[in-house]
């Protein structure tokens, strides 16, 4: 019997049971298989990576690209959708309980709890997060603050009693998306339009 992988014979018997294959050669193409995979994965974060690169840089100068007709919201005249991530959590707050601690009366404490699962679109006029439990809007002219904080998108806007919270489980993601609002931001409160691609 003949090794498909080496070429050379093999022993008969050997051969009939445990298959052509020497067990060095099997060990030795396995290692091959696991050093491609590694190498193509490796490829495409790199990929990704310059990928999400050039993507911050064009949103830095101001660039977008129509996301319309993947938007989930019905779109205003001359709004344009430039960036949405789907799967992400709208989240509710809950602030430090004061007062004294009753034994076996539940106490609120400073956290975050997932409240709806949805998509969080960001447009020229507004942020919006459509779930399962309706709409949340936000106009991108009021907004004073966006931050993040690991997976946490932290928004702040005039007139509003709280700010907004939203866990983006895509690190990329997140980063686009705070990228969008502040450039937006800045470009509202200056005046200027966003070059939509």
């Known amino acids: ?4 992988i080496c070429g050379k014979s093999r022993n008969l018997i050997a051969g009939v049971f445990a298959g052509a294959r020497h067990p060095e ?3 030795a193409e396995a290692q091959r298989l696991r050093s491609e995979a590694v190498a193509r994965e490796k490829g495409e974060a790199d990929r990704r990576r310059e990928q999400h690169e050039k993507l911050m840089g064009q949103i830095e100068m101001g660039v977008f690209k129509s996301l319309n007709h993947e938007a989930e919201i019905m779109l205003d ?3 344009t959708c430039c960036a949405m991530v789907k799967g992400c959590w709208s989240t509710l707050f809950y602030p430090r309980a004061a007062g004294r601690v009753v034994p076996g009366q539940a106490v609120r404490v400073d956290g ?3 409240s709806d699962w949805g998509t969080l679109h960001v447009t020229n006029k ?3 997060f459509i779930g399962r439990g309706g709409a949340k809007t936000l106009p991108i002219k009021k907004f004073v603050q966006c931050e993040t904080h690991g997976d946490l998108l932290h928004v702040t806007a005039e007139g509003r009693a709280s700010s907004s919270y939203f866990i983006v489980e895509s690190q990329e993601g997140l980063e686009m998306l705070a990228g969008c609002i502040r450039k937006l931001t800045a470009l509202a409160k200056a005046g ?3 070059i939509i691609e």
């Open 77 to 79: 005249e001359g709004e």
């Open 192 to 194: 200027e339009k966003p």
């Open 126 to 128: 507004r942020i919006c």
């Open 25 to 27: 050669c099997l060990e």
């Open 1 to 4: 019997m003949i090794c498909p």
């Open 112 to 114: 975050l709890k997932k």
